[in-house]
C-alpha cells in the first residue's frame, strides 16, 4: 500500500490511442497503473480515487464522454500512464425465450431511463427489486450476477466515441 504521505498524481490529459506515456523516458519501463471504476464512477471526471495498488489519483479532467474501460489518462508533464478498467458490480442478466419479449423489456426499461448493457440475447443492468419483479412478472428469467458493466451511452454521446463491450 502506497503511504498517504506521498501527493496524489494529478491526471489532467485523456490520451489518444497510440500515444505514448509522456516525454519522461523513465515512466516508459513502468507497467501503467490500473484504475477500477463502476459504471456510474466513470462518469465522474474530476475527484479523488485510488488505484489498485492504492496509488492517490486526483482525476481533474476537461468535460467531456464518460471514461471507458481502456482510456488511458496521464500527468500534465509525463508520470505514469493510468488505465482504467470496469470495476465489477452487482448486476441483474435478463433473458427471453422470445426476443419480441425481449425487445419489449428493453423498451419499457428505456422508457424509465435505466442504464442498460444490450446484447443481442441478453440485457444487463443493474440490481432493483422492483424491476426484476417487473421483468419476472412480464415472463423473463432474471439472473443475479457480479461483473463489469458497461452501458450503452446515451443518445447524445459524442458520436466519435465508442464503446468497447463485446456484442456476440
Avoid: K, W
Avoid at 77 to 94: K, W
Avoid at 105 to 113: D, Q, S, V
Avoid at 137 to 142: A, I, N, S, Y
Wanted: with cysteine; charged share 25%; hydrophobic share 40%.
Amino acid at each position: 500500500m502506497v503511504s498517504d504521505a506521498i501527493a496524489p498524481l494529478v491526471l489532467v490529459r485523456h490520451l489518444p490511442p497510440g500515444e505514448g506515456p509522456g516525454p519522461d523516458p523513465q515512466t516508459l519501463a513502468d507497467p501503467p497503473l490500473r484504475l477500477l471504476l463502476r459504471a456510474d464512477e466513470r462518469t465522474s471526471l474530476r475527484g479523488h480515487r485510488r488505484s489498485a495498488c492504492g496509488r492517490d489519483l486526483l482525476l481533474q479532467l476537461p468535460r467531456g464522454a464518460a471514461l471507458e474501460p481502456g482510456d488511458r489518462l496521464a500527468p500534465e508533464a509525463g508520470g505514469p500512464v493510468v488505465v482504467v478498467a470496469a470495476a465489477g458490480e452487482p448486476l441483474m442478466v435478463v433473458r427471453a425465450g422470445d426476443p419480441l419479449a425481449l425487445l419489449q423489456a428493453a423498451y419499457h426499461l428505456g422508457n424509465r431511463h435505466v442504464a442498460m448493457e444490450l446484447h443481442r440475447d441478453e440485457l444487463r443492468l443493474g440490481v432493483d427489486n422492483v424491476l426484476e419483479d417487473l421483468l419476472r412478472h412480464r415472463g423473463l428469467t432474471v439472473e443475479r450476477t457480479v461483473g463489469p458493466f458497461l452501458p450503452e451511452p446515451g443518445a447524445y454521446e459524442p458520436a466519435g466515441h465508442a464503446h468497447s463491450h463485446r456484442h456476440p
